[in-house]
């Protein structure tokens, strides 16, 4: 209820910059008792296992929203059953010029080309490394100068892999030049190799790797990544990330193309990112584990996406739009 009243005031400011004041408002909640607070009140139990892995519920936040893994604890005690920081990239970088993220009210998305926009994967560490309650993933990324993308992904890996609770290899933000050129096979395959083993030798353990690919792959692309996966023995496949499309949308055409290039999430994309899954889920037959991200709104979403062969899912956009005890309705109405 009170978010209903706060949510006109903060849509009423360029949408990065309330993003800014609410990561602002976390940081400091988590330096105080409330995470130990709220998380028995906001947390439902909805057990779930992944990839060797228990999960309180099934709702996770996906990569975008604490990029730096500054306020994962705090965003954890909302009663999301897991958060994922990031993206992160081996070197520290500004992102694209701003305006870079925007509201669709009228289609319930966004449109962001935030670009990778980070302190680095180095300056993570400190605060990944301290004990937590939270069960945190971590997105790597491509930094945007990296002249040897195999490489930057290792050193990201390298660093953060004892720390992660699993760790994800972010090829589909269409946001950084050339970044889905790497999610060919041919360009896949040595990434997600050398990522596996860098990551194990860091943690001295089997941390759960997973890929996570675009909405907008075609099918066939779609069944070739599921093949390397199963090839690589990756724990799973995160589908899907934000599209380039702009197909269907309610807000006018000339508002779209004022805003320009940049990735569009929210419900636009239910449709494909159910199919992407849906097509996964056939391919791969349950040996590997499926987190469902792009247009869940509801529990209904939530289920469709369960019944379609995810373990776990992500939001995002709908939690922009409906404030921070989203996750919690979520997973109850389960």
Same mark, same amino acid.
């Given at each position: 209820?009170?978010?209903?009243?706060?949510?006109?005031?903060?849509?009423?400011?360029?949408?990065?910059?309330?993003?800014?004041?609410?990561?602002?408002?976390?940081?400091?909640?988590?330096?105080?008792?409330?995470?130990?607070?709220?998380?028995?009140?906001?947390?439902?139990?909805?057990?779930?296992?992944?990839?060797?892995?228990?999960?309180?519920?099934?709702?996770?936040?996906?990569?975008?929203?604490?990029?730096?893994?500054? /306020?994962?604890?705090?965003?954890?005690?909302?009663?999301?059953?897991?958060?994922?920081?990031?993206?992160?990239?081996?070197?520290?970088?500004?992102?694209?010029?701003?305006?870079?993220?925007?509201?669709?009210?009228?289609?319930?998305?966004?449109?962001?080309?935030?670009?990778?926009?980070?302190?680095?994967?180095?300056?993570?560490?400190?605060?990944?490394?301290?004990?937590?309650?939270?069960?945190?993933?971590?997105?790597?990324?491509?930094?945007?100068?990296?002249?040897?993308?195999?490489?930057?992904?290792?050193?990201?890996?390298?660093?953060?892999?004892?720390?992660?609770?699993?760790?994800?290899?972010?090829?589909?933000?269409?946001?950084?030049?050339?970044?889905?050129?790497?999610?060919?096979?041919?360009?896949?395959?040595?990434?997600?190799?050398?990522?596996?083993d860098a990551s194990h030798r860091s943690a001295s353990r089997e941390v759960p790797l997973l890929v996570k690919i675009a909405p907008d792959l075609a099918n066939d692309d779609v069944d070739a990544i599921a093949d390397l996966a199963l090839e690589q023995k990756l724990a799973g496949i995160i589908a899907t990330n934000t599209t380039t499309s702009r197909a269907g949308l309610a807000t006018p055409a000339n508002v779209v193309d004022a805003i320009g290039r940049g990735g569009l999430s929210?419900?636009?994309?239910?449709?494909?990112?159910?199919?992407?899954?849906?097509?996964?889920?056939?391919?791969?037959?349950?040996?590997?584990?499926?987190?469902? /991200?792009?247009?869940?709104?509801?529990?209904?979403?939530?289920?469709?996406?369960?019944?379609?062969?995810?373990?776990?899912?992500?939001?995002?956009?709908?939690?922009?739009?409906?404030?921070?005890?989203?996750?919690?309705?979520?997973?109850?109405?389960?």
């Amino acid at each position: 209820m009170l978010y209903r009243v706060i949510r006109p005031l903060l849509f009423r400011l360029p949408a990065e910059r309330a993003h800014h004041l609410a990561m602002s408002a976390m940081r400091g909640a988590q330096l105080t008792p409330l995470p130990s607070v709220l998380r028995p009140l906001l947390t439902a139990k909805k057990p779930v296992s992944a990839f060797g892995l228990q999960f309180n519920n099934p709702i996770g936040l996906a990569a975008g929203f604490d990029k730096d893994a500054q /306020a994962f604890e705090m965003l954890g005690a909302l009663g999301f059953g897991f958060i994922e920081v990031g993206t992160l990239t081996a070197l520290a970088q500004q992102g694209n010029p701003t305006p870079r993220l925007f509201r669709l009210p009228r289609d319930r998305a966004l449109i962001n080309r935030m670009g990778f926009n980070n302190r680095g994967s180095a300056d993570a560490v400190p605060r990944l490394s301290k004990k937590r309650r939270a069960l945190v993933g971590v997105n790597i990324g491509k930094s945007k100068l990296a002249e040897d993308p195999v490489a930057d992904y290792v050193t990201s890996a390298e660093r953060v892999a004892p720390y992660a609770d699993y760790l994800v290899v972010n090829v589909s933000s269409p946001n950084t030049p050339g970044l889905r050129d790497l999610q060919a096979v041919s360009s896949l395959r040595p990434i997600l190799a050398a990522v596996r083993d860098a990551s194990h030798r860091s943690a001295s353990r089997e941390v759960p790797l997973l890929v996570k690919i675009a909405p907008d792959l075609a099918n066939d692309d779609v069944d070739a990544i599921a093949d390397l996966a199963l090839e690589q023995k990756l724990a799973g496949i995160i589908a899907t990330n934000t599209t380039t499309s702009r197909a269907g949308l309610a807000t006018p055409a000339n508002v779209v193309d004022a805003i320009g290039r940049g990735g569009l999430s929210g419900a636009p994309q239910k449709q494909r990112s159910q199919e992407v899954l849906e097509r996964l889920a056939t391919r791969v037959g349950g040996a590997l584990t499926l987190v469902a /991200a792009g247009g869940i709104e509801n529990a209904q979403d939530v289920r469709d996406r369960l019944n379609g062969g995810a373990t776990l899912v992500q939001v995002y956009t709908s939690f922009i739009y409906g404030g921070p005890l989203h996750a919690r309705r979520l997973a109850a109405r389960l």
